[in-house]
Structure formats: C-alpha cells, structure tokens
C-alpha cells in the first residue's frame, strides 16, 4: 500500500515555486509547459488550501 508521500509526484519546494511563479504574473499555461504540470494541478492545488504556499501551512 502506498502511503501519501510516495504518492506525491511533486515536492512542497516545487508546489511553492509554481505558486510564487503564478503569483508574479506568469500564465498557468506557461507553468504547465515550463513544469510539466497539468492545469488540473495547478487548479486543485488552488483549491485545497496548497496555494497558500508557505513551507510552515505545508508541513502543518
């Protein structure tokens, strides 16, 4: 069985850095291509709170 952290493709510091990218202006298409992230992903991490993006509410 797979525990939630070996399910995790992306890291915390990555989820950040897409979030701080978006934050300065950068288009989500842009951060999909440049990332290798799917909108969806970007879009789900907004919604469930990991937007708020700062490492502490992370490791919260």
Known sequence: MRTRDEKTRFIKEQIIGVSKE??????IAELCRKQGVSSASICKWKTTGIAGWTPARLNG
């Open 22 to 27: 978006h934050k300065a202006g950068v288009p």
